[in-house]
């Protein structure tokens, strides 16, 4: 579409915490940011006004609105939101920015480009973009590097890694394959030794090691509760992703159950007591 003379319309699906700071950076480079409420939560509503995002009701609205559209949401959503846009005949840009494997973002390029419309694998590393420097949006595919101008003014920042769709995507897999997993052998190190009664044992040469990393430990795992419903997807992109270079997957698979068992603190206001995390990686149906 020729946008030279009027404002980009971007529809973002979803704003999330992390969705809302991309929202957020592309209303700040001039686009004009559209989401659909139907069917989203009071929380997302909430954030999409607090950002200033406009709402246009439903999902085919949206598509028909936007030039570009970018897909924030859970690893094991992402397809399946492709094929709708795609279904309801989007003819734009569409970047998906989710924890994916290289094989499934190149599934979803298929769809997109049945439907006429042109696709950019996207990845975000880092956390949701409160500030510059934190937060980075890996493209890659032909055409990405028109979507970096969008968002120079940050805070999130995007870079091309190459003109090949499902680079960004492995990139994204290879990273979180080591800052999310190492959390999950983590807490099933600790969840191990609570068992075998050694826990503190265990944080005592911790704490020999290098002071304060008990305390750290215990921090990250109350943190990492509230993601974990969506994390135990990345882990199996992850081991798909392992799996497609001939590599063991079983440690992401593994990670993706203890996601799991923290899954049911989503909901939970506040972070849960270390031991109550404890509690539910050693709990038994």
């Given at each position: 579409?020729?946008?030279?003379?009027?404002?980009?319309?971007?529809?973002?699906?979803?704003?999330?915490?992390?969705?809302?700071?991309v929202?957020?950076?592309?209303?700040?480079?001039?686009?004009?940011?559209?989401?659909?409420?139907?069917?989203?939560?009071?929380?997302?509503?909430?954030?999409?006004?607090e950002?200033?995002l406009?709402?246009?009701?439903?999902?085919?609205?949206?598509?028909?609105?936007a030039?570009?559209?970018?897909?924030v949401?859970?690893?094991?959503?992402?397809?399946?939101?492709?094929?709708?846009?795609?279904?309801?005949?989007?003819g734009?840009?569409?970047?998906?920015?989710?924890?994916?494997?290289?094989?499934?973002?190149?599934?979803?390029?298929?769809?997109?480009?049945?439907?006429?419309?042109?696709?950019?694998?996207?990845?975000?590393?880092?956390?949701?973009?409160a500030?510059p420097?934190?937060?980075?949006?890996?493209?890659?595919?032909?055409?990405?590097?028109?979507?970096?101008?969008?968002?120079?003014?940050?805070?999130?920042?995007?870079?091309?890694?190459?003109?090949?769709?499902?680079?960004?995507?492995?990139?994204?897999?290879?990273?979180?394959?080591?800052?999310?997993?190492?959390?999950?052998?983590?807490?099933?190190?600790?969840?191990?030794?609570?068992?075998?009664?050694?826990?503190?044992?265990?944080?005592?040469?911790?704490?020999r090691?290098?002071?304060?990393?008990?305390?750290?430990?215990?921090?990250?795992?109350?943190?990492?509760?509230?993601?974990a419903?969506?994390?135990?997807?990345?882990?199996?992109?992850?081991?798909?992703?392992?799996?497609?270079?001939?590599?063991?997957?079983g440690?992401?698979?593994?990670?993706?159950?203890?996601?799991?068992r923290?899954?049911?603190?989503?909901?939970?206001?506040?972070?849960?007591?270390?031991?109550?995390?404890?509690?539910?990686?050693?709990?038994?149906?």
């Amino acid at each position: 579409m020729d946008l030279a003379n009027r404002t980009r319309i971007v529809g973002l699906l979803h704003p999330g915490a992390m969705g809302v700071t991309v929202g957020a950076t592309l209303r700040a480079g001039g686009a004009d940011v559209v989401w659909a409420s139907a069917g989203r939560s009071d929380a997302s509503r909430a954030r999409a006004e607090e950002a200033g995002l406009r709402d246009v009701g439903d999902l085919a609205a949206l598509v028909d609105a936007a030039d570009w559209i970018v897909s924030v949401c859970p690893p094991d959503a992402a397809e399946r939101l492709a094929a709708e846009v795609a279904r309801l005949g989007f003819g734009g840009t569409y970047c998906d920015a989710n924890a994916v494997a290289p094989a499934r973002t190149l599934a979803m390029q298929a769809l997109i480009s049945a439907a006429g419309a042109d696709y950019v694998d996207g990845g975000i590393v880092g956390p949701p973009a409160a500030r510059p420097g934190t937060t980075w949006l890996h493209l890659s595919g032909p055409g990405a590097d028109v979507m970096v101008p969008a968002f120079a003014s940050g805070p999130l920042a995007a870079v091309v890694v190459s003109d090949r769709v499902g680079d960004a995507s492995a990139l994204k897999m290879c990273y979180a394959a080591f800052t999310k997993g190492s959390t999950a052998l983590l807490a099933a190190q600790l969840a191990c030794a609570q068992a075998l009664g050694v826990r503190s044992a265990l944080e005592a040469q911790w704490e020999r090691d290098e002071p304060g990393s008990s305390g750290a430990a215990a921090a990250r795992l109350r943190r990492v509760t509230a993601k974990a419903w969506r994390f135990e997807g990345e882990m199996h992109e992850i081991a798909a992703t392992f799996a497609a270079s001939d590599l063991p997957v079983g440690f992401h698979a593994a990670a993706a159950e203890i996601y799991a068992r923290l899954a049911g603190f989503r909901r939970q206001p506040g972070a849960p007591s270390l031991e109550q995390v404890l509690e539910a990686l050693l709990a038994r149906e």
